[in-house]
């Protein structure tokens, strides 16, 4: 069964800093999703990665895949106080539809 | 615009009573699926459907059920059996297969009194 593992699950940064959120996986897998949720709200879908390699941009957000070292990261360039939120990490299941979750990553950036 | 609603955006329930969450997309989409999501927690799949008249269960399903009549409807139950039910509660749908992208709705926010 598939693991999705964030880390960390806290971040307190300084605008204008750069950081990575973590994303791992237990088993193969060849896609990998980022979510975003602000708090009280739903979440809202960031990056769609499909292949091992690939990369998104997405303003000062950035994220890549590698397939082979089950890895996923997102790197906030120059962070500014809107990207204050909860990211979350999802892989799909083996057989079915579902998709398996990573705890989320909780990201505060003060001024 | 096609997208997935739900309706109420806040409900309150009594101890011991049942009550019914709505799921609504027009996406086409043949898979659905609820989660709920305690403060400050992570997203716990309850139950999922891939097609009309099949759902499967979840990590939590109990005292929770859902139905899947239509395609584009997929209702959740909280039943007083569901002990601790007070949370937020997140419906998405997906096209059918291995995996794919979810879409959610904007979420029910459930409070027993």
């Known amino acids: 069964e598939l693991k999705v593992e964030q880390n960390p699950l806290f971040l307190s940064m300084q605008e204008g800093k750069n950081y990575t959120i973590y994303c791992n996986y237990s088993t193969t897998s060849d896609r990998l999703y980022w979510y975003r949720q602000d708090p009280g709200k739903s979440l809202e879908s960031l990056f769609v990665?499909?292949?091992?390699?690939a990369v998104k941009q997405e303003g000062r957000l950035m994220a890549s895949l590698d397939t082979k070292a089950r890895l996923s990261t997102l790197h906030i360039t120059a962070a500014v106080h809107d990207l204050s939120a909860t990211y979350f990490c999802a892989g799909p299941y083996s057989s079915a539809s579902k998709i398996i979750f990573g705890s989320g990553t909780r990201l505060s950036i003060r001024p | 615009d096609g997208g997935i609603t739900q309706s109420p955006k806040y409900l309150f329930r009594k101890e011991g009573q049942n009550v019914t969450l709505s799921c609504e997309q027009n996406?086409?989409?043949?898979?659905m699926y609820w989660y709920r999501q305690d403060p400050g927690q992570g997203l716990r799949l309850i139950y999922y459907s891939q097609i009309v008249n099949d759902f499967q269960k979840g990590d939590i399903a109990e005292g929770y059920s859902v139905s899947r009549e239509k395609k584009e409807s997929f209702p959740l139950t909280v039943t007083s059996a569901q002990k601790n039910p007070t949370a937020f509660y997140l419906c998405a749908s997906s096209v059918q297969g291995s995996g794919h992208e979810q879409f959610f709705g904007p979420g029910t926010r459930l409070t027993v009194l």
């Open positions: 990665l499909l292949s091992n390699g």
């Open positions: 996406l086409n989409h043949d898979a």
